[in-house]
């Protein structure tokens, strides 16, 4: 099985700030890694899948990139509403999450 | 638009069954991949099974040989049959589509049912 191991667990930062997230795999997982939001009491929103290709409707302010086992999810500025954990996810063996990170907004 | 909504989910206790549905608008499943998705009170995400749209299917080791996955085409509809329930096995349960051009993501997610095993 691969695991997929994020850090940092939690960040804490104000809005206008970047956010850099990251998702490293124990093997590669070539390209297939999707990164996903979810906030308290909803299910996860795909945000970013194939490393680096933003999910319909999701804002210009997301961005992945990476390959083989080193991957980053970049929140360029952050909004208040983007407070919330985001899992990194793989599917070159089965399909498998990351722990997750919370990301809260000062 | 496209929905997921799930049913099904109950207090069960160990050892039981219970039998989850997901109906879906807005598209045919029959033409997706689909898979169960489910998250432990406070955990992180774990995947269950997939339905490919072909018909075969895939389990997690955690509940191969006790979970079965089925898809009803006339009612454009997925299953998830649970039966020899854990504790563990205690979770919100979501139904989610898979992208379709690589199927390596999950880009429509139900709200989730939760399934609570206890006596």
């Known amino acids: 099985e691969i695991v997929l191991t994020q850090s940092p667990a939690t960040v804490s930062l104000s809005p206008g700030q970047r956010a850099t997230l990251s998702c490293r795999a124990s093997?590669?997982?070539?390209?297939?890694l999707a990164w996903y939001q979810q906030k308290p009491g909803q299910a996860p929103r795909l945000l970013i899948y194939d490393t680096s290709n933003r999910a319909a409707g999701i804002p210009a302010r997301f961005s992945g990139s990476g390959s083989g086992t080193d991957f980053t999810l970049t929140i360029s500025s952050l909004e208040p509403e983007d407070s919330a954990v985001y899992y990194c996810?793989?599917?070159?063996?089965?399909?498998?999450f990351g722990q997750g990170t919370k990301v809260e907004i000062k | 638009e496209v929905h997921l909504v799930e049913s099904g989910g109950r207090l069960v206790q160990p050892a039981g069954s219970v039998r989850l549905s997901c109906a879906a608008s807005g598209f045919t499943v029959s033409n997706y991949d689909m898979s169960w998705v489910r998250q432990a009170p406070g955990k992180g995400l774990e995947w269950v099974s997939v339905?490919?749209?072909?018909?075969?299917?895939q389990y997690a080791d955690s509940v191969r040989g006790r979970f079965t996955i089925a898809r009803d085409n006339s009612e454009n509809t997925l299953h998830l049959q649970l039966n020899a329930l854990r504790a563990e096995d205690t979770a919100v349960y979501y139904c989610?589509?898979?992208?379709?051009?690589?199927?390596?993501?999950?880009?429509?997610w139900g709200q989730g049912t939760m399934v609570t095993v206890s006596s």
């Open positions: 989610a589509r898979h992208t379709q051009v690589s199927a390596s993501a999950f880009d429509v």
């Open positions: 093997q590669s997982v070539s390209s297939y």
């Open positions: 996810q793989q599917r070159s063996n089965w399909w498998t």
């Open positions: 339905k490919y749209s072909g018909g075969s299917t």
